[in-house]
């Protein structure tokens, strides 16, 4: 079993908590080391059968709520529905404002477990209310207020997962190791913004996670979105 340490795990100590300059100037180094790798950490390509394609467009809600194209949400369906005879829960790291959370959840009948602390990282609470309006009614939806790290200790077998939180080195792999760890065996775990020069560190975390004694397969890999099967 891998640990990784939590990047949150040290916010909560003063700014200039040695613990927290040491964290920072570590993260540097690795969005440093992670940019000048950027070519040698980049996946295959891995789309989509032609006959796989599924409707995955909601007309109902305006794109500027989610960075999941049509496309990345077509190719979550599928894993999510080839995932789906495993009856284990589905989870998502980083929901903003429940477009995709609300878009999955209604397209399976596990639960749909979506964990976002809606702390300034990326969200605030008037994300969540959104959030939680555009998930009303859905039974199988359940919200965790909390950090990746912290839902960890409280979720277990999982049966695929979509990781889109804090897009660095550090937290990808965080959130990589320990929520693929989590899968059954056939699991699914997807990652959004594999590919964006913006987001080395997320490209580089994927690849190590991909490549890991945890064992995966990868299934789907189309632009800024690598989706790999436990085996
Ligand atoms: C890119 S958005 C998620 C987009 C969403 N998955 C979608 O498909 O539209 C990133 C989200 O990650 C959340 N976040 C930030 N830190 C987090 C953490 N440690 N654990 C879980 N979620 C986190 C933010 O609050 C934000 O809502």
């Not at 040290?10 to 969005?31: A, C, D, T």
């Not at 467009?57 to 789906?84: H, N, W």
């Not at 939806?141 to 990746?148: A, G």
């Not at 660095?168 to 320990?178: E, I, L, R, S, V």
Request: proline share 4%; aromatic share 10%.
């Amino acid at each position: 079993m891998r640990t990784v340490i939590d990047p949150f795990k040290i916010k909560s100590k003063p700014k200039y908590h040695p613990g927290r300059v040491f964290q920072k100037l570590g993260s540097m180094l690795n969005e440093h080391t992670s940019k000048k790798g950027f070519e040698s950490f980049a996946l295959p390509e891995r789309s989509l059968p032609k006959n796989g394609e599924r409707d995955s467009k909601i007309s109902d809600q305006g794109s500027q709520d989610t960075a999941v194209t049509d496309t990345q949400r077509a190719v979550l369906l599928e894993a999510l529905l080839i995932t789906e005879p495993l009856d284990f829960p589905v989870c998502e790291i980083g929901a903003y404002r429940g477009h995709t959370s609300r878009f999955l959840a209604s397209r399976t009948r596990r639960s749909y477990l979506a964990v976002d602390p809606y702390i300034g990282y990326g969200a605030w609470k008037e994300d969540m209310e959104i959030m939680l309006d555009g998930t009303k009614g859905l039974n199988n939806f359940k919200h965790f207020r909390m950090t990746s790290g912290e839902a960890s200790k409280v979720i277990t077998g999982l049966g695929f997962c979509f990781v889109d939180a804090v897009h660095d080195y550090a937290n990808t792999k965080f959130d990589g190791f320990t929520y693929g760890q989590k899968l059954v065996s056939g699991g699914v775990i997807a990652f959004h913004d594999t590919d964006n020069p913006q987001f080395p560190g997320t490209r580089r975390a994927v690849y190590e996670v991909a490549n890991s004694e945890i064992g995966f397969d990868l299934l789907f890999h189309v632009e800024d979105l690598v989706v790999l099967r436990k085996r």
